[in-house]
Antibody, heavy 118, light 109 residues
């Protein structure tokens, strides 16, 4: 059974940093692109970032470029999102998701809540 | 990146059909057949309902169908059931980025 479990969310002050993790199980982790998608309270889904299977191809949404860094450890089957220079508008539930070559988000984690507030 | 355009709400009575549109540009919806649809119930993670415009994952009822014409994709839910009441989001590959629609709240009257 495919499982994705996010962790690392919490309350952080503006300008602070946080690292999210997504532990994967039940599939060949290194064979899949992995993504982060966020959802602000009461709002819609917003794509954040993606990384390919070997970690050498990465892209970001313009809103987080230069502040967030996506990475993965295939030995640990874990995806990461390092978030720096956090802003109030980064407040959201952050989901990790698996994406096969056909481009859809076929499995999602349960999400982890990040609140940026003083 | 601009979000894809969806109507904020849609509704129908049990047994009826409803169609939700998703309008993008030639750089996303119109340029690729990588359009997908997601159902999200309150407090839950999104669930994949349609991928590659028209394909249904295993376990998704055939009441859900997808299509595309030009820069607009559509999700049709036939034979509406109470459990279909949820938020629905479209998504498209957009050339090394992905974009979502703003979401449509489907109400079963």
């Amino acid at each position: 059974e495919v499982q994705l479990v996010e962790s690392g969310g919490g309350l952080v002050q503006p300008g602070g940093s946080l690292r999210l993790s997504c532990a994967a199980s039940g599939f060949a982790f290194s064979s899949y692109w992995m993504h982060w998608v966020r959802q602000a309270p009461g709002k819609g889904l917003v794509w954040v970032s993606r990384i390919n299977g070997d970690g050498f191809s990465i892209s970001y949404a313009d809103s987080v470029k230069g502040r967030f860094t996506i990475s993965r450890d295939n030995a640990k089957k874990t995806l990461y999102l390092q978030m720096n220079s956090l802003r109030a508008e980064d407040t959201a539930v952050y989901f990790c998701a698996r994406v096969p070559r056909s481009g859809e988000f076929d499995y999602w984690g349960q999400g982890t809540l990040v609140i940026v507030s003083s | 990146q601009s979000a894809l355009t969806q109507p904020p709400s849609a509704s129908g009575s049990p047994g009826q059909s409803v169609t939700i549109s998703c309008t993008g540009t030639s750089s996303d919806v119109g340029g690729y057949n990588y359009v997908s649809w997601y159902q999200q119930h309150p407090g839950k993670a999104p669930k994949l309902m349609i991928y590659e415009v028209t394909k249904r994952p295993s376990g998704v009822p055939d009441r859900f169908s997808g299509s595309k014409s030009g820069n607009t994709a559509s999700l049709t839910v036939s034979g509406l059931q109470a459990e279909d009441e949820a938020d629905y989001y479209c998504s498209s590959y957009a050339g090394n980025k992905w974009v979502f629609g703003g979401g449509t709240k489907l109400t079963v009257l």
